[in-house]
């Protein structure tokens, strides 16, 4: 206590001082508009920015779950802009006829994910997304990013599942030259993650370089339409009979994060049909 009254009666001056200015400020913001006003601004641009700061810490910490409504967003829409363009593509196919087919525009759904784990250095690569079977991911279904095709889920788990990855040397499936209806089979090569090559496509389809390489929709995996790669050119081919193309594909296989995973609700169906061919054959 002695210390206390010591250091009070030291800089008693300075304390009578600032209790002075004190009162001088209030008495002068209070009886004054310009200082008032002044004030007001001063303290309008502090606060400001301390709410400024803090939106932006809390914002950060709030990017999971902002990005995890995006992706579903994403997914929505994806569906949607499916379900337009196989509404579309019908109208012009009926057009003329006075009695439309039920559409199958509701046959495909659209399941958001993101990947936690990717390669791309290896002759046989995978990657790994957040969603499993408890979300509806099986094996067999297709897997796309904003930009295309990127695998076909292999393993699934109740909440992870691995993906074959488009950069995998085993892994083909059924393209086609878009406008058209010449169908051959996608593969990759090893070595550049960027490059691929479609095979097996007739010598007397016409094509250009910079055509699009899309799905063919010969399958439940993928829809017909959804983009692989673009042409680069004609490379030669072991059988005479048919077209290789080296090309580039559409997606950034290094930078993977947010894709969808394709669900078809008539797989089942169209399997169990596709069994029954083999076993009557």
Known sequence: MKNIIEFILRYSKWFVFTFYMVISCILLVSNNSYQQSVYLTSANSVTGGIYNVWSQVSGYFNLKSINESLQASNADLQNQVFNLKTQIAELKTHLSDTTVLESDKDRFDFISASVINNNTRHPRNYFTINRG?????????????????????????SNMSRVISLLNETQHFSVKIKGSSFIGSMVWKGGDATIGYVEEIPRHAKYSIGDTIVTSGYSTTFPEGIPVAVIMNRVRS??????????????????????????????????SLAAFDIVTQ
């Open 133 to 157: 079977k408890k979300h509806g991911v099986l094996p067999g279904m297709g897997v796309i990013d904003q930009n295309g095709v990127v695998g076909i889920v292999n393993v699934s788990g």
């Open 238 to 271: 072991q059988d005479d009979s048919f077209f290789t193309f080296k090309v580039r594909l559409t997606s950034d296989f290094k930078s993977l994060s947010s894709v969808r995973v394709i669900k078809d609700i008539y797989k089942s169906e169209i399997d």
